[in-house]
């Protein structure tokens, strides 16, 4: 089946979107959030400024869309698209898909970190557009086993902020070699403990 004009057309502008969100990815890392701008961006690009506010209203939005493409697609795929009943194989899934982004892009996200502790309007915006929508999801994931019985009664924000907040100490920890002890704790036996530690705070239990 040939391909429409229209198909095409939207390919090559989502193309350009992710070349434009690549290239930003590497001056922000270079030059930090604030001190980048929109003109370098495009020149790292290959494209015109003009080209940018095509696609992003402003600096801001290109951030924000960058960190949601890099932090949250991988998470929706696992979280929306038929999510294991079992939830010790979601929590798995969640501990590994995060690992792997912190490994593959944690020399991004540091930067950007470090702008949103001296940044309310910045830290409000990432907030609200890039983790409460994804991190909602879990939180009905985490309401429907309270509403079921398998989960004791407990707060789905508490637990599913505790739940990310585990996870990114422990593996900032691991990736960075601050703490020698974790040296010889394998990725799968991180994995284990951290899914074990909320499973049994969550799991109501038999007896």
Known sequence: MLQSPTDFKEQMAEARRMQILMRAAQVFVEKGFHKSTTKEIAKAAGVSEGTIYNYFDTKRELLVALMDTAVTESLKKIILDNPPENPRELIAAIMRDRYQLAKESGH???????????????RELLYQRVLTPIVGHLEQYVQTHIDSGEFRQIDPVIVTRAMMGALVMNYAIKLTNLDPRYEDLS????FEQVGSLFLDGLLVSEQ
């Not at 990725?187 to 991180?190: H, K, S």
């Open 108 to 122: 991004l996200m540091a930067p950007v970190i470090a702008e949103v502790f001296s940044d309310v309007e910045l």
């Open 187 to 190: 990725e799968e036996d991180l």
